[in-house]
Each structure stands twice: as C-alpha cells, then as structure tokens.
C-alpha cells in the first residue's frame, strides 16, 4: 500500500503541452502512472503523447474519471489553475511551480482546508509510490535509480533531499512506501504533520523519515503531535542548515521559507525540540537505515 497514490491513480495534468509537461508526462508514462488526460486552455482538441487534450478541467472530469492533477502552470496561472482542480472536484493537486506569490499560497491552502483536499506544493517537484506512479518530476527519467519500493515512509520540505533520504533508505537495504516533497514555500499546500499522520495510519508503512530546514513551524507541528503520543511508528528527522545560525536573521538561503527570523526557527532548536518529543535525530544520511533497523529491531 501506500499513501495518496498508487497504482489505480488516474491523473490528469494541467499544461500538458507546455515543455515541462510533455517532458515529465513521458518519464511518468513510462513509469507506469495512469495519466488519462491534459488540460490547456484554449487547447482543446490536440494530442500529447496520444492523450486528448481539454479546454477545462470540468470537461475533462466529464470525459474521464480523474482522481488527481498534476499542474504545470507558470507560477501566477497556478492559483487560478488549483482553483478549478479543487472546484471540479479533486482532492490530490501537485502544484509543481516555484516563485508562487504568497498571497496566492494562502489562498490555495485554505482553499484546500475548505474543500477536504490536499495539494502538494507549490514549490515541488512531486511525489511517489515506488513501483506504482510518480506525479512531478521527481525521481527524473529513471526513478528506479533511487528509489525502491519498500515500508518506509518519508516527507522532506527539499525536493533534492528526498532524492537523497530515499537513496540513502535504498542503500540500507529498505524501501520507500511514498516519498513526498512538501515544497519549500513559506505556506505548503499541505502540513508537514498531515503527511505524517496518513503514514502512522498507513498499514504498509513501517517507520517514517522526514527532513526538516530552518524556518516555518512544520517542525513545531509535528513536534506537538509527537507528544500526544498519536505517533505509534518511529519517526527518524534530519534536519540541515545549522550554517545559518553564524549569519543575520531574516535572510533566506535556499528554499524562501529557509529563513531564521527567532531562535525558535533554527535547526539547533528544532533538533531538541523533536528528540526531546520522541523522534530519532541523526545527523547523517548514513545514520538513517542503522537507526530505522535498530527501532524496528531488524
């Protein structure tokens, strides 16, 4: 098993004939995810990769049974874009684009909260179920290369250290159940707890990896569930960027959200606060399958 997507996933992808989607479709396709259909306004009618596009995302949803979108809109389309998503019905959204307005972050993740969906992103480059589908451009023109199916479960606010934590997993001798990059803007689509909880809740899923980054309380969140002792699965944390700390407040490195504005933000504190809350802290990509064996007792 695994979570937000499988293999029955059928998808549908906004600006599917725009360079970025084409491209990422074939890789995708040729993993195996059941893209069924694109949208681009003002492009209905035309074909990619022998998939029909649509116009709108509400005539492709009359067409076809759609249970995710995967969006290749340029950074101001993709509020507009996650708007129509959400209102012809669909509860997965993968908002690839980076440089989103804030303001419109807010307004994709409430709109999210109001409509019982989940929108990964902005600011990602996808998600996957090892063996099964991958949305985004995650894992490249060969997923197998760094990924492998497996029960670990693993969330990262860096869509490059997901790539990193799951090789690291795979060369552990472990797999991967899902792998999500959350994104890396100050307002994700999607908490990073929620992740997390869906993998407590997940049967295939043994233990959870996740990577945290100066900035933003998704730490503090899961930190707090943690100790209402919900957590039933041991949750391994790297978190990266205590180089931050030498340097002033208030300037992003990496990811926007990567910004230290209290002490309260930096990886120093978030490492305390979550061992001291229960999960494993380690400090080195080569620590993460010793420790997940030792806490699973294999």
């Known amino acids: ?87 012809a019905g669909l509860k997965l959204i993968v908002a690839l684009a980076e440089f989103v307005p804030r303001h419109d972050t807010a307004v994709i993740a409430a709109a999210a909260r109001e409509n019982g969906a989940v929108v990964v992103g902005c600011n ?36 490059g250290m997901s790539a990193e934590l799951s090789l690291a997993i795979k060369r552990g001798g472990l797999g991967v159940s899902t792998c999500i990059s959350m994104g890396g803007d100050v307002i994700p689509g999607n908490p990073m707890v929620d992740y997390i909880q869906r993998f407590v809740a997940d049967p295939d899923t043994d233990a959870i990896v996740m990577f945290g980054e100066p900035g933003t309380k998704a730490e503090h969140e899961v930190a707090a569930y943690l100790r209402t002792k919900a957590c039933t699965k041991p949750l391994i944390a790297l ?44 400090n080195s990509l080569g620590e993460i399958p010793l420790k997940i064996r030792e806490q699973l007792g294999s």
């Not at 259909?37 to 990619?48: A, H």
């Not at 199916?149 to 606010?157: A, T």
């Not at 002033?248 to 990567?258: L, R």
């Open 124 to 159: 990602t480059n996808g998600i996957i179920s090892p063996g099964k589908s991958k949305l985004g451009a995650i894992g490249g023109d060969d997923p197998s290369e760094v990924f492998a199916p497996g029960r670990i479960g693993v969330v990262s606010r860096s869509g």
């Open 1 to 87: 098993m695994s979570i937000l997507i499988d293999e029955n996933t059928k998808v549908l992808a906004q600006g599917l004939t725009g360079a970025q989607g084409t491209r990422d479709a074939e890789f995708c396709l040729r993993y195996g995810t059941k893209i069924v259909c694109g949208v681009t306004p003002g492009k209905g009618g035309l074909e990619v990769h022998n998939l029909p596009v649509y116009g709108s995302v509400k005539e492709a949803c009359q067409q076809h049974q759609v249970d995710a979108s995967v969006i290749y809109a340029p950074p101001l389309s993709t509020k507009e874009a996650v708007i129509e998503a959400l209102g």
């Open 239 to 282: 978190l990266a960027g205590e180089f931050q700390e030498n340097y002033p407040q208030g300037v992003s490195f990496g990811h926007v959200a990567a910004m230290i504005n209290d002490v309260e933000d930096t990886v120093s504190a978030k490492r305390k606060m979550l061992s001291a809350a229960g999960a494993v802290v380690v």
